[in-house]
């Protein structure tokens, strides 16, 4: 771990200023995902601003019947809380599904949609990763990609996003709320906030530097039944191999995203509007345009039966 | 023969390390990996901690996290490093009543937190209930991961009883219960390679027996 | 004492002590945070630096040059020793690939330099500022191609078995496959190293005291007698920690440097290619039977890879002696390949080998119509079956699997495969036999009795999680007639007569044999000084009793302590007996019809393993062997990247383990049984016959959950998925 200089923020517009204004700088909120890769030196900042103190670790109602959640709420207290339980079921699964306890007490919201990939060669200094050092090239592709994506990839790199919690907020719509170097405060779609590898694989998410997130809001409950369901090895402790996140309604209707195939949380509205039609109609749609590797193509026919056993259930609840 | 490694397939020649990892959030942190070695670390920072009930001031390097404050500089070593990365619970301490991985958090980010670690729970002589069941399940083989285990039970039992949910409880919304499927999802952040997790939840089974 | 004939009547078999269920005598220390691993030492080296070490960043080639001008620079850095600051040194008996590379490099994360610093945080980070330059060769890390151009395998026949396999009526031929694994213990290799003068002196966590005590002084070029290895407390190690491994030498080379206490951890990414692991397999196993299930010819043929002048994996061990057949073939072959070293790994041969064997034995019953216990019983020999003049010296491989099968429900077990569902889930039962041998290692004890009656026992044995302490204090008290608390036990110095140490599940027979030996001495000693006979001295209830008198054991320490050393050695009983444990492995699973997950719902494993010393630890070491198992079985696996050579899920988020979620409650049944052709003890090990079999009784569950056969280890969902029942 390289040496850092480290503040605690005093404000937030004066956090995402300074962060802006200091080289190096990175927030530190829960810690679990920064420190882990600033030990292996994947990340290295110069200065580290713990936000902490901001204060953002309120769930509460918004003004159009929705739920606005600091970003500093954890996971576990996002997890337990009521309204959650009751209205957004998915959300609390996949933050349950992820993790462990431990990490979940410390784990916050905001820190949860900017996880890193979990992917082997990221993870590994002496090998090279379009992530890490852009331009060096991808030593997963062609290598063991077995937890790797197969949509969505490019020729830089073939990372998943490992976040359960982010596949539930894009199944919920839900908006990412920041506040800029400038002080300007900016709200960024849950679909738009993590982005394709494509050329950049190095850029994962819409924020510019020195953004710092304040909230994720979600809109007014949908209702139907939510589920999330997530298919690993080992029973739990584990990153998803796939996930679906659903909400699906009496009349066949509903929505879908899927975790542990792509860069981002997968959706297609064109897809999950196929619901009714059943399993093999939404994923052969959804994932129409995966290129997986020999070790990955299961997560193509895994997600479809995950997602039938999601409509088997739900028809039979 | 095996093909010869094939990396530099996709060699583009080396950008500009600036936007190195912008996706997380603030200033691109790869500028630092460009600048010389510091001839000097940054002064340490003043903390004040309260473990096991006693004040501790600690002036630690800025690096230094919960885990290594408490083993290198308290010397209380009952808390071990299995990974260092999240992926043992070997680590596990109280903070402020709840269990976290003390590996992954900076010493300096805790000033005024209570810490609790296996030796405050209790001593050879004066066994806290948890750790006395582990005795007499034989909740244990090697001992390494046992001190973080006996952490994990102690605060696991208490979010049941405050009601949080875990990914098997059967309904999201009614109180969880103290079964043996909801104690082990809750434990499973607790790796023991020894495979005494079979007694471990007998171990805890009685105690949330006792509880309740 | 030698052991060279049965062993009659002893004093063990009073069973005051011994074979009752006594909690771990360091469960106090253990469980309260205050028992003392490697590195944790900061009594006895309160000046110690922080030394870390870096691996090497390919799997094959050359050092070209290595900077350390910003390393040495850096803040609070002490000294970097690489291979050229160390010297010439030698390597150790036991490694197989040196543990300092440079300039060569024989392994992905070898260990090729340590930065000691004043601080941890210091040290690591000094440590990133090594630049180094190599020189890529390429290397062989693909298991299949490198047999290609891999030596003829050795062989071991017995009758005509290509004609008999021919001839069989029934017969099987499949290829079964077993990954890389990692023992993956939870504390990781880790020492503090305190040089004074030319004396050194290491604080590490080691099964094997002595080898690593030999090992270290071969490897630094200094005597033995110079090297003290202290290791009383050990967090797992599963033969990981059989050896001399780079943590121990590099704060040795780091401390000599600094000239200053130097400790060492390695980091969990780096140790799982730095240091052993369990081997791949290809086995290839054929079954030749009659109708009624005789098995006329039985052939099983292993590969796997190691590095240069390495070692197979020998998985075919049991096959030798598990079952009858007149024409046998047996075959280890083995090729060269450059990933980190293949080593021992618990029930190194038989893990692996009984993951292969047992699922065949499934594959053959099912293809006679046969339930998989009666072909099991049906080929039940009472003999070595390449030497019918030799008896095993106890075996009850049946009893353990039909006591097993009523106990579990086995005849609630539908044999017709995917005929049992419960919701979503298949739901199976599997069975297999468990199979260890038994092995005596040399094993010294000293025993002691202090003017106040209370009894010490040193031996370098080490205690790994098996339970060694409370073990050996057991057999002391019952060999001296104390309660148990009036016993101390000290481990793992090797200021202390050398043990058998852990391994290969000896340590429990032959350490306690030990113990037994040292005690009989003792015995005499004390007899003789209260003038009784010892032939006829009966030591209970802290007295001993004569023909005539009777006087407190502390009496005959009163002019001062009184000591006993002794070493137990073995005779040829092993040659005139096969000694073995026997075990039947029961598992009930559910896998997911959608997605076709897997877990285990229920387990049983029935042992025999002659007594049991302690039921308590015994039984841990069961339950945790079925543990990792399950792991074996349904998880584990290194995932060899075939282009760079190195396995590429090096830490504990890559490469799973079992964890609580995965373990059902595990049940454990140990026949009654006294070997007396073993050992005084009359007991044999537990510690490995626990894993061995259970992968298979779990791959068979499957198959009898879902009817897809799966032969390639781990059984994982995506190597069924595409065969199970459509969903939609």
């Keep these: 771990m390289k040496a850092f200089t480290y503040e605690r923020a005093a404000s937030a517009p004066d956090a995402a200023a300074r962060a802006a204004s200091t080289p190096g700088a990175k927030f530190i909120a829960g810690g679990t995902n920064l420190l882990d890769l600033m030990k292996l030196e994947i990340e290295t900042p110069g200065h580290l601003i713990d936000v902490n103190g901001l204060g953002f670790d309120r769930i509460e109602k918004t003004d159009d019947g929705g739920l606005r959640i600091g970003a500093l709420v954890s996971n576990t207290d996002l997890a337990a809380d009521m309204t959650v339980r009751r209205h957004y079921g998915v959300l609390s699964r996949a933050l349950l599904a992820g993790a462990s306890g431990q990490l979940r007490n410390k784990a916050t919201t905001a820190g949860n949609l900017l996880q890193r990939t979990r992917c082997p060669y990221f993870y590994d200094t002496n090998q090279p990763c379009n992530k890490r050092t852009p331009g060096a090239g991808c030593a997963a592709i062609g290598g063991v990609a077995r937890q790797l994506a197969v949509i969505g990839t490019s020729d830089a790199c073939i990372a998943t996003h490992p976040s359960d919690m982010a596949v539930a907020m894009r199944a919920l719509d839900a908006t990412v709320e920041t506040i800029t170097p400038r002080g300007e405060t900016r709200a960024i779609p849950i679909a738009d906030f993590h982005r394709l590898p494509g050329e950049t694989p190095h850029i994962e998410t819409a924020l510019a530097a020195g953004e710092l997130i304040t909230a994720v809001t979600l809109p007014k409950p949908v209702g139907g039944r939510h589920v999330y369901e997530k298919v690993r090895d080992r029973a739990s402790y584990a990153f998803a191999l796939v996930s679906v996140a659903a909400i699906v309604h009496k009349n066949?209707?509903?929505?879908?995203?899927?975790?542990?195939?792509?860069?981002?949380?997968?959706?297609?509205?064109?897809?999950?509007?196929?619901?009714?039609?059943?399993?093999?109609?939404?994923?052969?749609?959804?994932?129409?345009?995966?290129?997986?590797?020999?070790?990955?193509a299961f997560k193509i026919p895994l997600v479809e039966r995950t997602l039938a056993a999601i409509l088997d259930e739900t028809r039979a609840a | 023969m095996p093909p010869p490694p094939n990396l530099d397939l996709s060699r583009r020649g080396v950008l500009a390390t600036g936007a190195a990892t912008a996706a997380v959030a603030a200033?691109?942190?790869?500028?630092?990996?460009?600048?010389?070695?510091?001839?000097?670390?940054?002064?340490?920072?003043?903390?004040?901690?309260?473990?096991?009930?006693?004040?501790?001031?600690?002036?630690?390097?800025?690096?230094?996290?919960?885990?290594?404050?408490?083993?290198?500089?308290?010397?209380?070593?009952?808390?071990?490093?299995?990974?260092?990365?999240?992926?043992?619970?070997?680590?596990?301490?109280?903070?402020?009543?709840?269990?976290?991985?003390?590996?992954?958090?900076?010493?300096?980010?805790?000033?005024?937190?209570?810490?609790?670690?296996?030796?405050?729970?209790?001593?050879?002589?004066?066994?806290?209930?948890?750790?006395?069941?582990?005795?007499?399940?034989?909740?244990?083989?090697?001992?390494?991961?046992?001190?973080?285990?006996?952490?994990?039970?102690?605060?696991?039992?208490?979010?049941?009883?405050?009601?949080v949910p875990s990914h098997v409880s059967a309904s999201l919304t009614d109180k969880p219960r103290a079964t043996n499927l909801e104690m082990r999802e809750r434990m499973s952040g607790n790796i023991c390679r020894c495979g005494a997790y079979s007694n471990i939840a007998e171990a805890m089974a009685e105690i949330a027996g006792d509880a309740g | 004492m030698k052991f060279d004939t049965p062993a009659g009547d002893n004093p063990i078999d009073r069973m005051t002590v011994v074979g009752r269920p006594h909690s771990r005598i360091d469960g106090p220390l253990k469980t309260t945070g205050r028992a003392t691993y490697a590195y944790e030492h900061h009594r006895e080296?309160?000046?110690?630096?922080?030394?870390?070490?870096?691996?090497?960043?390919?799997?094959?080639?050359?050092?070209?040059?290595?900077?350390?001008?910003?390393?040495?620079?850096?803040?609070?850095?002490?000294?970097i020793v690489t291979a050229r600051e160390a010297g010439k040194l030698g390597k150790g008996d036991y490694n197989t690939a040196p543990l300092l590379g440079g300039p060569e490099i024989d392994h992905y994360h070898q260990a090729i330099a340590v930065v000691v610093a004043e601080t941890f945080e210091q040290a690591r980070a000094a440590a990133a500022l090594v630049k180094v330059d190599y020189n890529r060769t390429p290397g062989d890390f693909d298991l299949a191609a490198a047999l290609d151009k891999a030596p003829a395998p050795d062989e071991d026949r017995l009758g005509q078995f290509e004609q008999a396999f021919d001839a069989a009526p029934f017969k099987l031929d499949a290829l079964y496959t077993t990954p890389d694994q990692s023992h993956a213990m939870m504390e990781p290799f880790a020492t503090l190293a305190a040089w004074d003068g030319d004396q050194l002196t290491v604080w590490t966590s080691n099964q094997m005291i002595d080898w690593g005590r030999g090992d270290l002084a071969k490897t630094l070029n200094i005597p033995k007698d110079k090297v003290r290895l202290i290791s009383p407390y050990i967090g797992g190690g599963f033969g990981g920690k059989l050896f001399l491994r780079a943590d121990a030498l590099m704060a040795a080379l780091g401390a000599r440097l600094v000239q200053r206490p130097v400790k060492v951890a390695l980091t969990r990414p780096m140790l799982v290619n730095n240091s052993t692991h369990r081997p791949a397999t290809r086995q290839r196993i054929r079954i030749g039977a009659k109708p009624d299930g005789e098995i006329i010819a039985i052939a099983h043929e292993s590969s796997s890879g190691d590095l240069p002048d390495g070692g197979p994996e020998t998985a075919v061990n049991q096959t030798r002696l598990l079952y009858a057949g007149a024409n046998r073939l047996t075959s280890l072959r083995l090729a060269v390949l450059n990933l980190p070293e293949g080593n021992a790994m618990r029930a190194p041969g038989e893990a692996s080998g009984m993951m292969a064997l047992e699922i065949a034995m499934d594959e053959m019953a099912e293809k006679l119509g046969m339930d998989p216990i009666a072909f099991r019983v049906q080929n039940d020999t009472q003999v070595d079956p390449e030497n019918p003049d030799r008896p095993f010296s106890q075996r009850n491989l049946v009893r353990c699997l039909e006591d097993g099968a009523r106990?579990?429900?086995?005849?609630?077990?539908?044999?017709?495969?995917?005929?049992?569902?419960?919701?979503?889930?298949?739901?199976?039962?599997?069975?297999?036999?468990?199979?260890?041998?038994?092995?005596?290692?040399?094993?010294?004890?000293?025993?002691?009795?202090a003017t106040d009656g209370r009894i010490t026992v040193e031996t370098d044995m080490t205690d790994i999680g098996t339970g060694s302490y409370t073990i050996i204090a057991q057999t002391a008290a019952e060999m001296m007639g104390v309660p148990l608390d009036r016993v101390t036990v000290k481990l793992g110095d090797s200021s202390f007569p050398v043990s058998a140490g852990s391994g290969g599940q000896f340590g429990a027979g032959s350490s306690t044999s030990g113990v037994y030996a040292a005690c009989v001495k003792l015995r005499e000693a004390v007899a003789g000084n209260l003038g009784l006979d010892?032939?006829?001295?009966?030591?209970?209830?802290?007295?001993?009793?004569?023909?005539?008198?009777?006087?407190?054991?502390?009496?005959?320490?009163?002019?001062?302590?009184?000591?006993?050393e002794d070493a137990m050695t073995w005779g040829d009983l092993d040659e005139t007996y096969q000694q073995s444990t026997f075990g039947g492995h029961f598992v009930e699973v559910g896998v997911d019809r959608y997605t076709g997950a897997i877990r285990v719902r229920r387990m049983l494993a029935v042992c025999a393993a002659g007594r049991i010393l302690n039921p308590v630890t015994a039984r841990s070491q069961v339950i945790g062997a079925m543990t990792m198992g399950v792991g074996g079985a349904l998880m584990e696996k290194l995932e060899v990247d075939k282009r760079l050579g190195y396995f590429v899920n090096h830490d504990l988020a890559g490469y799973e383990v079992p964890v609580h979620a995965d373990i059902p409650h595990q049940e454990v049944i140990f026949l009654d049984e006294a070997d007396d052709k073993v050992s005084p003890m009359k007991a044999k090990g537990i510690g490995e016959l626990g894993l061995c079999g259970v992968g298979a009784a779990v791959a068979n569950a499957v198959y009898n959950a879902t009817g897809v056969r799966v032969r390639d280890y781990p059984v994982t969902l995506d190597k069924h998925l595409d065969r199970l029942p459509a969903v939609s």
């Design chain 1, 252 to 296: 066949g209707a509903g929505r879908v995203a899927v975790g542990g195939v792509a860069h981002k949380p997968w959706r297609s509205e064109a897809a999950e509007a196929q619901l009714p039609d059943g399993a093999r109609a939404v994923a052969s749609r959804l994932l129409a345009d995966a290129r997986p590797a020999p070790d990955n």
């Design chain 3, 407 to 449: 106990r579990f429900g086995w005849a609630r077990r539908n044999a017709r495969p995917a005929s049992v569902t419960d919701g979503r889930w298949l739901v199976g039962m599997g069975v297999a036999a468990a199979f260890r041998n038994n092995l005596n290692v040399t094993s010294g004890a000293r025993v002691r009795l």
């Design chain 3, 534 to 564: 010892p032939a006829e001295a009966v030591f209970e209830g802290g007295k001993v009793k004569g023909a005539r008198r009777s006087a407190p054991l502390a009496e005959a320490a009163k002019a001062g302590e009184l000591v006993a």
């Design chain 3, 45 to 79: 080296a309160p000046t110690a630096a922080y030394g870390h070490v870096i691996g090497a960043g390919i799997a094959k080639g050359r050092i070209r040059s290595m900077d350390l001008g910003a390393a040495r620079s850096a803040p609070g850095v002490l000294g």
């Design chain 2, 27 to 163: 200033a691109p942190a790869g500028a630092a990996q460009g600048k010389p070695a510091m001839t000097a670390d940054p002064a340490p920072l003043p903390v004040s901690l309260e473990v096991n009930g006693k004040v501790r001031d600690l002036s630690p390097d800025a690096r230094t996290t919960l885990l290594d404050a408490l083993r290198e500089h308290l010397h209380l070593t009952g808390t071990k490093k299995g990974c260092d990365h999240g992926q043992c619970g070997a680590c596990t301490v109280l903070v402020n009543g709840v269990r976290i991985n003390s590996c992954l958090t900076l010493a300096v980010m805790h000033q005024g937190d209570k810490v609790t670690t296996i030796e405050g729970l209790g001593a050879p002589d004066a066994l806290h209930p948890m750790q006395a069941a582990f005795i007499r399940h034989d909740g244990y083989q090697c001992g390494y991961c046992t001190p973080g285990q006996i952490c994990s039970a102690v605060a696991t039992l208490d979010e049941i009883k405050r009601g």
